[in-house]
């Protein structure tokens, strides 16, 4: 297993246009999380996935961004109409779950955003 | 008051010594605490989870965890140069969502 892979690494695009980040999670792992990280702040919490079911998704999310999960392996993480304010590190996560237990996440190496 | 708050730093630590990070949160009903270390430009990289009070250690580190006073710590030993980075602590609840401090700049001398 290569762990949780992310693409693209790096994206610039113009202010206004609709971007699209993919997430392949770990195998065997059935949570998948999106957070997003800016300069001298700790990753903020998107959404998250239990197979391909979105369970929570974020009250500081605008309408502007949509996650989905189709068959409960890989994601796509998608911001229309990007503003210069969506520039951030957009992370992806994987963990197993099951019920009353805890586990880490293993992060992906994230998609770098900028817009312009 | 933030959920999960950690002092920015840096701190800054001569190579060898034991290097003291902490983290304090605002829900008792956090079940799960969590230590990544981060370096620039890249994403976080887990090294140690605590769940009941008291200590766990794993090789120079130890994470420390007081329920009663809404406290977990890291303490790294013989600090080294690679070391160098910025530690993020993160609290679990039921759900396994992770929330997140804006972790502390380490930085070891050499």
């Known amino acids: 297993d290569t762990g949780v892979s992310q693409d693209p690494r790096h994206k610039i695009t113009k202010r206004g246009q609709n971007v699209t980040f993919r997430c392949d999670p770990i195998?065997?792992?059935?949570?998948l999380y999106w957070y997003r990280q800016t300069l001298g702040q700790g990753p903020e919490f998107l959404t998250y996935?239990?197979?391909?079911?979105?369970?929570?998704k974020s009250r500081l999310l605008s309408d502007r961004f949509s996650a989905e999960r189709p068959k409960g392996s890989f994601s796509t993480l998608e911001i229309q109409r990007t503003e210069q304010g969506d520039s951030a590190m957009y992370l992806c996560a994987s963990s197993p779950w099951r019920f009353k237990a805890h586990y880490g996440y293993t992060f992906g190496s994230g998609t770098r955003l900028t817009v312009v | 008051q933030k959920e999960v708050e950690q002092n920015s730093g840096p701190l800054s630590v001569p190579e060898g010594a034991i290097a003291s990070l902490n983290c304090t949160y605002s829900d008792r009903g956090s079940q799960s605490f969590f230590w990544y270390r981060q370096y620039s430009g890249k994403s976080p990289e887990l090294i140690m989870s605590i769940y009941s009070n008291g200590d766990q250690e794993d090789g120079r580190f130890t994470a420390q965890l007081n329920k009663a006073s809404q406290y977990v710590s890291l303490l790294i030993r013989d600090s080294q140069p690679s070391d160098s980075a910025t530690y993020l602590c993160a609290k679990g609840g039921a759900t396994n969502k992770l929330i997140f401090g804006t972790g502390t700049l380490l930085a070891v001398q050499p």
């Open positions: 195998s065997e792992h059935n949570r």
């Open positions: 996935f239990q197979n391909e079911a979105q369970l929570e």
